[in-house]
């Protein structure tokens, strides 16, 4: 906060050149004062001897009283700096303006051969077409073997890069092609005309791109589809705007009764889902066939990193429905069976019945709000889908296209698509290149065939030509490969539909080549006569904007619009010197040349009207009521500054004559105030601070875009083009952080595997001592956790709340002076010129007569001083209690009487001792002794305190001493007194005992169900090797069976079976010599696993997740993917056996409560060793260990 105080009393921050405006500070040598804004106001001072000089709050019964000054007081003044009252415009000199526009310094050389960024006198910088774009490629002509670039008008990205994919389909052209009646205008309302217009202009284009001009094919189109885009897409997702598309042109065209025949088997996949189910009454196998489903394309999605594009269709997995109605024996499940209504689950196998000959593939993945990071996926150029055929078919596609989607706030599209040369071409809107394989040593460039991945993933995939990765691709097109007696006749477009294309393109080649080069010229020669070549020589001021878009206009005749030329003027319509950076100096007997010039500016009637000038010269066209506007903002910031440093120093000394009370916060903080004050009243453009300093900005942008366009993007993955930017890489990288310290809560993994599952052994007394041990490290830990959640809490407070009013933070909710907030004194005069500099900003309590301490405010706070008074002597009298040590034990108090205290009052009572520890203002003492929470309605216990063992029994009531329970009553009154007392038996008898109506029973069970339902716990995952690794479980069971004994040992609802110990940092795999992705399971030998640590890591899980929401995070943190996961998970235990339950492919869609996972439990994973070799690759490290992700 003070750095952003620091940066308020800055006149460079405030938008003002140093170099520029440095003058203006030597003006402070002629006067004394500045003028304040103008406020009657009344201050409220206290006499000396009321503070007695020690800078602290006047009492409660002594209220502020005004008091003048009196003549002779010594009131400390700033020292080092004195201000002028108020700057005129009369007194701007010609050299306050060269200064402030930059004049006064000219170069050595004139004219400047320099291509100096901010020189006035420079245009070497224009006359060398530094600014000017580059020839267009829709300007440039093409070469016949290579593809047209489509250009990017108003978002167009996504159409160009479907139309790309679409146009190098020559089975989809050839039926597109087969359509006659064109009849001309009139045709290109329909997809299927426009379609066949579109690309016989992308086949016969002489130019390197296609320009989207006024009432071209391409606006007609992009019209059309936005339209039908947003028709059917209410959110407006920009990302979904290509797949949209895609789908909505392939269902328009198979609507036309003459297109749908031929064009719908190209697209149409149909599938065959077969079900399979077992009855669990006569135990017979059922198959049958499901209703069979078609799509025009499939979806995938991709749930880990670097997963293959055949795995992640989710069209064609296996789905596990459960709960399913069926009846055994009827039709739908197949021959025979007893004819039971029953429900079962069911597994549904989809097959590919129909084969389309063209495979549009969706990532859905790229569309989830949930998925913070993109993930890497692998994609063949030769996709396989045999195995997933109805009858073995042989299903061998070959990739043809790829649509990218990049960045995550600024959407674009681009593609890759291979030609009909067989050739590949990355399609950016107007660029197209040529693909190639080259090695980078950064992230692949746009022509690269892994482009859009991180750098170590592109090469890990370089040498495997058969495969592609990407984390950007959002749609495939793959075509169905031929046979070797297919062959493919190229069906020629209708000729009414080529004579309407050629014909327009004649029309629009209006471009006179040689005319322009004149222009060129001609507009050089100019530019040279206007630049001065000598400093005495008569000069005029132009706007640098306007003489760059004359200069770089191709048109004869250039005619400016207004708001080029009102750009560096003020409201006055005169040069504003805070936009001195947006002038030039030429020559005045030049100026004639430009404005006459048939390749000059010319203005039209219209423009004349508005009288905006064009030049004007140094002195007559600079705004001096604008510049006396703005030294004086430099030199009201430079006396508030002053008066701030003076305020602070004379708060820390005493003071003899009148002083003024004043906050902390204000004292801080005011000088904002002051500065709001004085912009509001002198109306200050505040939209211009940062105008001057966006001039370096923009300059050195458009350096980095210059030079970065002339080199391979791929290094530095940010792609300048138009209407996008792509940081993908960086963002990710900074995502992928986000992602895990958000959802990564490596501070409570288990240290080792003694601590993995539940395990008490021992005697009572060691047991015993283990409880009071970890209830004094919880106590400490949530002693700590309330202090830093207050501190947390104040420090927002402070942040949030920002200072609006002057002294606001003196007052409290009554409007009188708080005794609680901190304070200090300065004197009175120092304080009135503050005070009046803050104008209106001034709290209204604080010129109340009667503003003195509030008595409310200071009654609650003896309250709360007599509560934190009560608090502490509690705990030096109960210290035990406090700390829960030296409990009443089975074994070593047997026959003395005690009394039950519920565990609620107790931590309800902790909070309360440290909050008076802490000394908070506000504290809220009990009231009452509350046992209620014990008993059942039958005012009997609710737990079977007989047979729980200490460490149980604490979980709902704290046993104390009789002199503890006197002192506790005296200071609160019970609302149940519950005694207890144990026998020679080590058993605890209570009155009143326990329940014998059920009610212990019921209580136990929906403690027990209610350990499964939460929300945002932890869970546990660990890697291990073996089943034999995972670490047996001893004492308590899991069981059902033990919520439904009575009177026995029932499981508290916040044991789990993990045990409560030390906590150590999760650790990644970091692996050296083994696989691939799937590698960190530790394939091979056990010796060979062992040379590589282990994965654990937690996240928080809801009772509703999924265990293919586990996989996926286990797949994030290694690498893994959910086909390779062998996973155990902690069951019931029956039978004697050690109660793991591994996961099948049934198990997969089920809840974590039907998992019976509890917060806290491990789930345990290895990778399949099976497949480890698949997922090994040619063993490149695929995940490293990276510690501050952690």
């Known amino acids: 906060m003070k750095e952003k105080i620091s940066n308020d009393l800055s006149y460079i921050k405030a938008g003002y050149r140093s170099d520029k405006w440095k003058w203006v500070l030597s003006l402070s040598q002629n006067s004394a004062s500045l003028p304040v804004t103008k406020a009657k106001v009344k201050v409220h001072t206290t006499p000396d001897e009321d503070s007695g000089g020690t800078g602290e709050a006047p009492a409660e019964d002594e209220p502020p009283v005004q008091k003048e000054s009196p003549a002779n007081s010594e009131i400390s003044q700033p020292e080092d700096v004195s201000f002028p009252k108020i700057f005129k415009e009369e007194q701007i000199t010609f050299e306050h303006i060269m200064k402030t526009f930059g004049l006064d310094k000219p170069p050595k050389n004139l004219p400047c051969p320099k291509k100096c960024s901010n020189n006035p006198w420079c245009l070497a910088e224009l ?115 290509v797949s949209e598309f895609l789908e909505n042109t392939i269902d328009t065209l198979i609507a036309d009764p003459r297109l749908g025949p031929e064009l719908s088997p190209l697209f149409s996949t149909s599938l065959m889902r077969l079900a399979r189910w077992k009855c669990p009454v006569c135990k017979i196998d059922h198959e049958s066939q499901l209703a069979p489903a078609t799509s025009y394309t499939m979806a995938a999605y991709v749930s880990a990193d670097e997963c293959p594009l055949d795995q992640c269709l989710v069209d064609l997995q296996t789905e596990t429905q459960t709960g399913v109605s069926l009846i055994c024996g009827s039709e739908s499940s197949g021959s025979g069976g007893c004819g039971a209504q029953v429900k079962v689950d069911r597994v549904v196998t989809p097959k590919i019945q129909g084969l389309p000959t063209i495979l549009v593939i969706r990532n859905n993945s790229l569309m989830d709000r949930d998925l913070k990071r993109r993930l890497h996926v692998v994609y063949p150029e030769t996709l396989d889908l045999t195995s997933h055929t109805l009858s073995h078919i042989a299903a061998t596609y070959t990739l043809s296209a790829v649509i990218f989607h990049h960045g995550h706030w600024v959407k674009h599209f681009s593609a890759h698509v291979r030609t009909n040369g067989n050739k590949w071409y990355n399609f950016n809107d107007e660029q197209v290149s040529e693909l190639t394989n080259r090695s980078t040593t950064g992230n692949p460039s746009e022509s690269h065939r892994n482009y859009f991945s991180i750098a170590n993933v592109a090469n890990k995939y370089k040498h495997r030509p058969g495969l592609r990765v990407s984390r950007g691709s959002f749609v495939w097109v793959y075509v169905l490969s031929p046979t070797a007696e297919e062959e493919t006749v190229t069906t020629p477009p209708p000729e009414a539909v080529v004579e309407y294309v050629l014909r327009k393109q004649e029309e629009s080649m209006t471009v006179n080549h040689q005319l322009q080069a004149e222009i060129k010229r001609e507009k050089e020669a100019l530019l040279g006569q206007l630049a001065v070549t000598d400093i005495l020589e008569d000069y005029e001021l132009i706007s640098e904007s306007l003489l760059s878009a004359w200069f770089n206009c191709d048109d004869l005749e250039y005619k400016p619009q207004p708001s080029l030329l009102a750009q560096p003027l003020c409201e006055h319509k005169l040069f504003s010197p805070r936009k001195f950076h947006l002038l030039k100096c030429i020559r005045k007997e030049s100026l004639q040349s430009l404005l006459n010039d048939r390749c000059g500016i010319h203005q039209d009637e219209a423009l004349k009207k508005l009288a905006l000038p064009i030049s004007m010269s140094t002195d007559s066209g600079c705004c001096r009521q604008c510049l006396a506007k703005a030294v004086n903002h430099i030199l009201f910031i430079e006396r508030v500054k002053s008066l701030h440093k003076q305020a602070k120093k004379d708060a820390r000394k005493p003071h003899e004559g009148p002083t003024v009370v004043l906050g902390l916060e204000t004292l801080e903080y005011w000088p904002r105030l002051a500065l709001s004050a004085y912009v509001k009243e002198n109306g200050i453009d505040t939209e211009e601070e940062d105008s001057e300093n966006s001039l370096e900005t923009s300059k050195k942008t458009d350096d980095l875009t210059k030079s970065s366009s002339n080199s391979v993007s791929g290094s530095s993955g940010v792609h300048v083009n138009g209407d996008k930017c792509d940081n993908g890489e960086v963002k990710s990288e900074v995502e992928d952080k986000d992602v895990a310290s958000s959802c990564d809560t490596s501070s409570s993994v288990p240290e080792n595997d003694d601590f993995a599952c539940d395990n008490r052994t021992g005697n009572a007394e060691a047991e015993r001592d283990q409880v009071d041990d970890d209830k004094s490290k919880l106590d400490t830990c949530s002693e700590v956790k309330d202090a830093s959640v207050s501190k947390a809490k104040d420090t927002k407070e402070t942040v949030t709340n920002e200072l609006t009013l002057f002294n606001e933070d003196l007052v409290c909710q009554h409007n009188l002076l708080s005794p609680t907030v901190g304070s200090c004194r300065i004197p009175k005069v120092l304080a009135t010129e503050i005070i009046e500099l803050c104008g209106e900003s001034v709290h209204p309590a604080f010129f109340q007569d009667d503003f003195s301490t509030c008595p409310d405010c200071g009654a609650k706070l003896e309250e709360s001083v007599r509560a934190c008074d009560s608090g502490r002597q509690q705990k030096k009298q109960l210290s035990n209690l406090f700390q829960e040590r030296k409990r009443p034990h089975p074994m070593r108090d047997p026959g003395k009487q005690v009394y039950a205290v519920s565990r609620e009052f107790i931590v309800k009572w902790k909070s309360y001792i440290r909050s008076c520890e802490r000394g908070d203002l506000e504290v809220c003492p009990l009231t009452k002794l509350e046992n209620s929470s014990l008993l059942c309605t039958h005012g009997h216990l609710l737990f079977p305190v007989f047979s729980l063992q200490p460490h149980q029994l604490s979980e709902y009531l704290v046993l104390v001493w009789e ?228």
């Open 963 to 1190: 002199e503890e329970w006197q002192i506790l009553s005296a200071i609160y009154s019970p609302d149940h007194v519950i005694t207890a007392v144990y026998n020679e038996s080590a058993i605890l008898i209570t009155e009143p005992g326990v329940c014998e109506s059920g009610c212990v029973e019921v209580r136990a069970a929906q403690d027990y169900e209610d350990q499964f339902s939460y929300e945002c716990e932890i869970i546990h995952v660990r890697q291990v090797n073996s089943v034999t690794d995972i670490p047996k479980r001893s004492g308590r069971t899991r069981g059902g069976a033990a919520a439904a004994q009575a009177g026995t040992n029932v499981a508290p609802a916040a044991v789990n079976n993990e045990s409560i110990g030390p906590r150590k940092k999760p650790r990644l795999a970091a692996q050296s010599g083994s696989g691939g992705a799937g590698a960190g399971a530790g394939a091979g030998s056990t010796g060979a696993s062992n040379s590589h640590r282990l994965v654990r890591a937690s996240k928080t899980f809801s009772s509703s997740d999924t265990l293919r929401e586990v996989q996926n995070f286990i797949a994030e943190r290694t690498g893994i993917w959910p086909m390779l996961q062998t996973l155990w998970v902690c069951g019931e235990s029956q039978e004697g056996d050690d109660g793991l339950i591994q996961i099948t492919d049934d198990h997969r869609a089920m809840t974590l409560n039907a998992l019976r996972v509890r917060p806290g439990d491990t789930i345990y994973f290895r990778a399949a060793v099976e497949d480890m070799q698949l997922a090994a690759g040619d063993g490149m490290v695929e995940f490293n260990e990276m510690e501050e992700d952690w």
């Open 127 to 241: 006359k060398s077409g530094a600014g000017k774009e580059k020839a267009r490629p829709t300007d440039q002509p093409r070469d016949p073997t290579k593809p047209v670039g489509l250009q990017n008008t108003a978002n167009t990205c996504w159409i160009n890069s479907a139309l790309q994919a679409l146009f190098h389909l020559p089975k989809f052209r050839n039926v597109i092609n087969n359509i006659g009646g064109f009849a001309g205008e009139e045709s290109l309302s329909t997809m299927l005309y426009l379609l066949q217009a579109i690309f016989v202009e992308m086949d016969t284009h002489p130019n390197k791109a296609i320009a989207c001009s006024p009432g071209s094919l391409f606006e007609k189109i992009g019209m059309f589809a936005t339209q039908e885009i947003m028709r059917k897409d209410a959110d407006h997702e920009v990302l979904k705007c």
